[in-house]
């Protein structure tokens, strides 16, 4: 099939360079020109897939939130995936989704409504499934698959305070939240390129009541 679709790139591309031949000159090339436009062809059919790969097979984080829920266990989670390539043509020809070889992510919280700054800026734990341990890595890399890759903790219930916990980082200690509506703000900083998401979520007095506000994002 990739021969076939690389065979049918060849054909365009000469018929391209020989029409561009035709409209510059007004004629036919002759033998040695035929020569050069095959070879032209030839390499510029040589670059299409790595030009492919640099422009299709770059990483791309998408970003899910949700409310993980395990036996007595609550937290408000952001899922990390990076999806393969899924186009037909472009697998084809050979273009691979590259991992994502640095991934961070820093959270910030204030009050909605009073927009009064909570955690000014802290480092969020990470979390993937060779983390065996469940304590969350500061940075991760994060490879193409289908399935969720990482995710990042935002904030947990505690059952033996009976209050909503905001994780702590290597400088400050874990910051209980008080009944209300917050304003999570996440810098996902991908490969050194930041890109900063946001969305509302909301505390109550029991675990059940620890929920994202759905924004209609």
Request: hydrophobic content about 50%; proline content about 5%; charged content about 25%.
């Amino acid at each position: 099939m990739r021969k076939v679709l690389v065979g049918s790139i060849a054909a365009i591309v000469l018929a391209i360079l020989c029409l561009a031949f035709i409209g510059i000159f007004g004629r036919f090339p002759d033998e040695w020109e035929w020569v050069a436009i095959v070879i032209a062809g030839v390499g510029i059919v040589l670059v299409i897939p790595h030009t492919l790969q640099m422009f299709w097979g770059r990483a791309v984080v998408q970003t899910e939130f949700e409310v993980s829920a395990r036996d007595k266990e609550r937290s408000l989670v952001i899922l990390l995936k990076n999806p393969p390539i899924q186009n037909r043509i472009l697998k084809t020809m050979g273009v691979k989704r590259e991992p994502v070889q640095s991934i961070t992510a820093d959270i910030r919280i204030s009050e909605f409504g009073s927009r009064k700054i909570i955690v000014p800026i802290r480092r969020g734990r990470i979390f993937t499934d060779e983390d065996t341990l469940d304590k969350g890595s500061n940075r991760i890399v994060l490879p193409p698959t289908y399935s969720v890759a990482g995710s990042i903790m935002v904030a947990m219930w505690d059952n033996k305070v009976e209050r909503a916990v905001i994780l702590g980082d290597i400088l400050r200690k874990p910051l209980l939240l008080s009944a209300g509506g917050y304003v999570a703000q996440i810098i996902i900083c991908v490969d050194g390129e930041p890109k900063e998401i946001s969305r509302q979520f909301i505390v109550g007095k029991s675990a059940e009541e620890l929920l994202w506000v759905n924004t209609g994002e």
